[in-house]
């Protein structure tokens, strides 16, 4: 009987992920799914994935991949993990800067024993203008729930 692929249970972009040294709980830090640039082409860093697995014995190569809006190959990661006890695995792919032509949407892609397991999107888009002395402002879309409409 042919083995399961293993099971996705994170795939999270985000600033920072780190296993805490007392509890070994990982702390994932600034997830986001847009890239806001003020021009193109531009470097981002930092850019971490962090994964969660189950039914994953490890003991294979793991990569991580992003593909342009034209599913061209931008930029890659990978790693051997070493054989799991358990069979549930969670760690975290450290980017280097990553330099992206043109807004749109890409692709994040994950890879086991050379295996497809999941894919996620997020955009790359240009940053929302501002006057000089304003503040920042999140797209309306992006306002929490509580916050006040503007218009």
């Known amino acids: 009987m042919a ?9 999270v972009l985000c600033d920072q992920a780190f296993q805490q040294a007392m509890t070994g ?17 531009v470097n981002h860093a930092p850019l971490v994935v962090f994964i969660g697995l189950s039914d994953f014995k490890g003991n294979c190569e793991v ?4 593909r342009d809006t034209e599913d061209k190959p931008v930029c890659g990661v990978k790693a051997q993990i ?18 992206f032509e043109k807004a749109g949407s890409y692709t994040l892609e994950l890879v086991a024993h050379g295996s497809f397991l999941a894919a996620r999107q997020f955009q790359v888009q240009i940053a929302p203008q501002q006057q000089p002395g304003q503040q920042t402002q999140m797209p309306p879309w992006m306002k929490p729930p509580d916050a006040p409409d503007e218009t």
């Open 25 to 41: 709980k990982w702390c994932v830090i600034g997830t986001f799914g847009v890239i806001w640039a003020r021009e193109f082409p």
């Open 63 to 66: 990569e991580v991949s992003i």
């Open 3 to 11: 083995e399961s692929p293993p099971q996705v249970n994170a795939f």
């Open 82 to 99: 070493p054989q799991i006890p358990m069979s549930i695995a969670e760690f975290a792919f450290n980017f280097p800067p990553v330099r």
